[in-house]
């Protein structure tokens, strides 16, 4: 009976893991899993579209997900967004993905948010060995942000994020003689952002960025000796906007990922908290080689016309031997006065099933605008 339990419980991460990616059985394989990896899926349409980079974007209402650093860099008062993504689309209808943001400046030099991150993974229905009914339950994860940024120059920002994380995949079955209970836990994430213009012929601005997410105690869904690691991960992003005259410009985006947990050998599942963060630049069986496969690639160009359309495009690249993830993402984009759209689609391009293939993930938004004469960024920083 435990087992059928345990196994629909696996079969669930593995439903959603394609975010994150799947342990084989090579042992060539050593592909990195971690706890509740819905914490690393985009949540917004804009950077859907341009290949999942984020960390150097110009600011908007998702800001604080990508890097709470740059959310003082927003160049409106207050405003929010609300984001939707169709998970499995093409097998079921009901798991999803919403998020939800706002976002106000205390002033030029200061700004706070909050976020909601939910996650809605159908109804369930368990059985046991025999096929007797337990019971059914509609499994859910969420994550709830707070987030404070602040400008520290002109070019240079850092912004702290907390956050409060809730898995429920089985809830709990009395009758089935399995000890399963929710996973809780609690995370920081911590940003830098560094913005300057360029000494070019046209108009140009250069932006770093660098985060690391989801820095936290490992999570339990059983007792104290069976934790996983949440997703810690290490971002280092670029983004080099250049406007071609005062009504086009293109933005291009250039993200590494890295995740701060153990590469998974014997033992790596024990190591604590820290531990595993610090040593997971140097913990690679197969050495230097091995560690540069465990970094992923997101590429992206976003362009803007009249800053009222925009057209993107991404790619994401992960090592074969890591997950093997591998699609192009497309998306457009909409403002005018207050309002926003954004939509994406994600095509898969290693021949393998994606998630997100064939699906339409969209975002809405609402800002209000600046009043008062401080410098502006870019017309093209939507």
């Given at each position: 009976?435990?087992?059928?339990?345990?196994?629909?419980?696996?079969?669930?991460?593995?439903?959603?893991?394609?975010?994150?990616?799947?342990?084989?059985?090579?042992?060539?394989?050593?592909?990195?899993?971690?706890?509740?990896?819905?914490?690393?899926?985009?949540?917004?349409?804009?950077?859907?579209?341009?290949?999942?980079?984020?960390?150097?974007?110009?600011?908007?209402?998702?800001?604080?997900?990508?890097?709470?650093?740059?959310?003082?860099?927003?160049?409106?008062?207050?405003?929010?967004?609300?984001?939707?993504?169709?998970?499995?689309?093409?097998?079921?209808?009901?798991?999803?993905?919403?998020?939800?943001?706002?976002?106000?400046?205390?002033?030029?030099?200061?700004?706070?948010?909050?976020?909601?991150?939910?996650?809605?993974?159908?109804?369930?229905?368990?059985?046991?060995?025999?096929?007797?009914?337990?019971?059914?339950?509609?499994?859910?994860?969420?994550?709830?942000?707070?987030?404070?940024?602040?400008?520290?120059?002109?070019?240079?920002?850092?912004?702290?994020?907390?956050?409060?994380?809730?898995?429920?995949?089985?809830?709990?079955?009395?009758?089935?003689?399995?000890?399963?209970?929710?996973?809780?836990?609690?995370?920081?994430?911590?940003?830098?952002?560094?913005?300057?213009?360029?000494?070019?012929?046209?108009?140009?601005?250069?932006?770093?960025?660098?985060?690391?997410s989801n820095i936290g105690g490992k999570i339990s869904y059983s007792d104290d000796n069976n934790k996983s690691f949440l997703p810690t991960n290490l971002k280092l992003g670029s983004a080099l906007t250049t406007e071609l005259d005062p009504y086009n410009s293109f933005t291009f985006l250039l993200d590494f990922n890295k995740l701060l947990v153990p590469t998974p050998q014997p033992g790596s599942e024990d190591e604590s908290m820290l531990s595993g963060m610090f040593g997971s630049f140097t913990d690679a069986p197969g050495g230097f080689e091995?560690?540069?496969?465990?970094?992923?690639?997101?590429?992206?160009?976003?362009?803007?016309?009249?800053?009222?359309?925009?057209?993107?495009?991404?790619?994401?690249?992960?090592?074969?031997?890591?997950?093997?993830?591998?699609?192009?993402?497309?998306?457009?984009?909409?403002?005018?006065?207050?309002?926003?759209?954004?939509?994406?689609?994600?095509?898969?391009?290693?021949?393998?099933?994606?998630?997100?293939?064939?699906?339409?993930?969209?975002?809405?938004?609402?800002?209000?605008?600046?009043?008062?004469?401080?410098?502006?960024?870019?017309?093209?920083?939507?």
């Amino acid at each position: 009976m435990k087992f059928i339990v345990s196994a629909i419980t696996l079969l669930l991460f593995a439903g959603y893991a394609g975010a994150q990616s799947v342990t084989g059985s090579d042992s060539s394989n050593r592909a990195i899993t971690t706890a509740v990896p819905f914490l690393t899926i985009t949540p917004d349409a804009r950077h859907a579209g341009i290949g999942d980079a984020g960390a150097a974007s110009s600011a908007d209402p998702s800001a604080s997900y990508w890097n709470p650093a740059k959310l003082v860099r927003i160049d409106k008062t207050s405003g929010g967004s609300m984001s939707y993504t169709p998970w499995l689309g093409k097998i079921v209808n009901d798991m999803n993905i919403f998020y939800l943001s706002g976002f106000y400046k205390l002033n030029r030099e200061e700004a706070i948010a909050a976020s909601l991150k939910y996650f809605d993974m159908g109804e369930i229905f368990f059985r046991d060995a025999a096929n007797n009914p337990l019971g059914d339950f509609n499994p859910r994860d969420w994550a709830l942000d707070a987030t404070y940024s602040r400008m520290l120059t002109e070019s240079f920002s850092v912004g702290l994020t907390g956050r409060y994380i809730s898995s429920n995949l089985t809830g709990v079955f009395s009758n089935s003689g399995v000890d399963a209970k929710p996973g809780r836990s609690a995370a920081v994430d911590v940003g830098v952002f560094y913005s300057s213009p360029l000494v070019s012929s046209r108009i140009s601005n250069l932006n770093l960025a660098a985060v690391i997410s989801n820095i936290g105690g490992k999570i339990s869904y059983s007792d104290d000796n069976n934790k996983s690691f949440l997703p810690t991960n290490l971002k280092l992003g670029s983004a080099l906007t250049t406007e071609l005259d005062p009504y086009n410009s293109f933005t291009f985006l250039l993200d590494f990922n890295k995740l701060l947990v153990p590469t998974p050998q014997p033992g790596s599942e024990d190591e604590s908290m820290l531990s595993g963060m610090f040593g997971s630049f140097t913990d690679a069986p197969g050495g230097f080689e091995e560690e540069l496969q465990e970094i992923t690639t997101s590429i992206g160009v976003e362009y803007w016309y009249n800053a009222v359309f925009a057209g993107r495009i991404g790619y994401f690249h992960e090592s074969q031997e890591k997950g093997n993830r591998k699609y192009l993402t497309l998306g457009l984009g909409f403002r005018k006065n207050n309002f926003g759209f954004d939509m994406a689609y994600l095509v898969p391009t290693n021949g393998r099933e994606n998630a997100l293939a064939e699906t339409i993930r969209f975002t809405i938004m609402l800002q209000m605008p600046e009043i008062d004469t401080a410098p502006q960024e870019s017309v093209t920083d939507q």
